[in-house]
């Protein structure tokens, strides 16, 4: 059994009295759509792999530094429902909830996160259900990511099941910049937090700038002998 695996087991177990008593009715169901969760990751990340394996040969270069994952904890999928005023069931996170199972691509360069995409929709298997580009559309404060709602086939002994996976991909430095942001949110000052919100927003742009450099000095080192 993977680590992964154990450790969406060990938070559900651990979940604070509240959320724990929401799914106690439904303890086999959760368990079992947490499973299903962890399989698709594993799909997912698969795919990611054997493609980057392939395009190591055929253009020389990799264009996935890394990949992380991450299963959505119990007590953060019940505050996602509350906050959407959903019931919070088995069902309901199935039909209303696209990121319970989560897949971060690390990029070096902006063109390979959409040589990434357009690499996971040409594949028979994986239904893009949204897509949202807040590389070309940032959010307002700064936040630069393609983010893709995928559907992936997941086999078992009786049969597949269709899964959901959210693919957040990103460059090195956007994923640096989304780190320290994402720490942000946590903090309970908001007026110190102001100051920093304006920071991080100027931070956002010159790691855009410096990310479109990169990119074109790397299309310069290609033309030398
Ligand atoms: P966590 O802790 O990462 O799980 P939806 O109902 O799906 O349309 P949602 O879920 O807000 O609305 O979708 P969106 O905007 O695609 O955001 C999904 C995830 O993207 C977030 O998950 C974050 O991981 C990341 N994200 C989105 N906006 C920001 C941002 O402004 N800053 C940072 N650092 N990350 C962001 P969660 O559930 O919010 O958090």
Redesign the pocket.
Known sequence: MSDQYLMAHQDYANVPGDVNNLFEKEREEFERMMMIYNGAIREVKTKLQVLNDELSITRNRNPIEFIET?I?TPD?IAN?LQK?ELPLTVESVREN???VA?VRVICAFLDDIYKVADMLEVQDDVDIIKT?D?IKKP?K?G?R?L?L?LEVPVFFSKGKEKVRV?V?IRTIAMDFW??L??SV?YKKNVRDAEDIVYELRACADVINRTDIHMQSIRDKIAYIE
Do not use: V
């Open positions: 991450r959505k953060s996602k959407k909830l696209n990121d989560g949202k807040y959010k404060n936040y990511s983010h709602i959210e957040q989304a780190s942001e994402h949110k």
